[in-house]
């Protein structure tokens, strides 16, 4: 976002703005940070950058094979070598208490309890303290009765910490849950602390595509849920970034963007339809237009685009389309998603 002040006369105040060929075509990363840059504008908090005390090399690729590729049967393993986020692994009889903040793996024959919070900030201590923290408790005993079992494996993370910025919500929630889950095609139950009953409507759309199972509310569920397999915490690769080396399936950002698409197609098919039946006004969209599409996302207050009247007949001149986007805290990320989906350049 280029924030100018309004006495920017001429148009070559302008046209940096305008920064790519329009008639280029769109790539999925391309898109991907379209519409995060977009999300970020719905926020209700500041948006946080990564702080300098965390290098890219500390984050970055790392050769050696990953801790806890292979955990046997009946034991935990925690990988704490990244810099982002702790994971921890837990295989054979794994039931919870919520009472306790436990999740507890019975007939293991080891005795070392692990404690993990599971959000990806781990380099902010702030954030961390404020995120609930799991114990993860071998047992050799037999355990309390399971009142619900199920055959497919637990994905657990928080939604606390940042979440409420739509920013964090994809960089910190949404998109490691995607590098986490995406290889159990579904066949997975999220079971989430600090849960909030709006990020899960919010996201309810990318949710169902990534479990079949409504998700859990660690804090106030409790009762004592049973899996043969759980992942505690999220993987996280870099920022807004999925690294297909480190992804089964070789699974690409390009995905992630597929499964954002697919996500959010039934609920614009909808929204077209209800569009056709309303009016004669929306029929001009249905008339061809060659124009490349500019989408300007119209901010009031921070950050906002003093000159922006000037801006969208500018691009107006130098042949766009143009749409100006003023979307508020309650405007459906389906809505935005069609927009942004739409567009070949972005402001
Ligand atoms: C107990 O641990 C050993 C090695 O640590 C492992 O080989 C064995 O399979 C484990 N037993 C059970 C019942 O999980
Ligand atoms: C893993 O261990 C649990 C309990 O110790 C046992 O019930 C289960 O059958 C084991 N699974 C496999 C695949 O060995
Ligand atoms: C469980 O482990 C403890 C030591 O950690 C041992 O004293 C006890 O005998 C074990 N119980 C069973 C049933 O294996
Ligand atoms: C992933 O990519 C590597 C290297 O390009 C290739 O050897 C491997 O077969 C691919 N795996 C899958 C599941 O596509
Ligand atoms: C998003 O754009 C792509 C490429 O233009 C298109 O194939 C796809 O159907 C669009 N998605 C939705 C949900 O409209
Ligand atoms: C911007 O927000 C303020 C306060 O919410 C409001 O009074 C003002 O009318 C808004 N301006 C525009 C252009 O929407």
Known sequence: MVHRRSDSSESNHLLPLVHSDPKKPKSAHHLLLLLLFLFSVLSFTFLRVPTGNISDD????????????????????CDRTAKRTDVCYMRGDVRTEASSSSVFLFNSNTTRQERIRPYTRKWEADTMSRIDELRLRPTNETGSACDVVH??????????GYTGNVYHEFNDGIIPLYVTSQKFNRKVVFVILEYHDWWVSKYANILSRLSDF???????????HCFPEAIVGLKI???????????ENN????????????????????????????D????????????????????????GIENEPELVNL???????VEVLRPDRTTELAKIYRSLNSSDVLV
Do not use: W
């Open 280 to 303: 004669n006004k929306q029929q001009r969209i249905r008339t061809p237009d060659s124009r490349p599409r500019l989408v300007v996302v119209s901010r009031n207050g921070s950050r």
């Open 151 to 160: 055959d497919v494996p637990a994905v657990f993370f928080s939604t606390g």
């Open 237 to 247: 690769h870099d920022e807004l970034a999925i690294d297909s080396t480190k992804m």
């Open 58 to 77: 500390a984050l970055g690729a790392d050769s050696s094979p990953a801790p806890c590729s292979t955990v046997a049967n009946s034991t935990i393993c």
């Open 251 to 278: 699974k690409t950002i390009r995905d992630f963007r597929n499964l954002l698409d697919e996500s959010y197609k039934p609920r614009i098919e909808h929204i077209k339809q209800e569009e056709g039946g309303a």
């Open 214 to 224: 409504d998700p859990i509310d660690f804090g106030s569920d409790k009762r004592v």
């Open 315 to 321: 691009a107006a001149k130098i042949g766009f389309r």
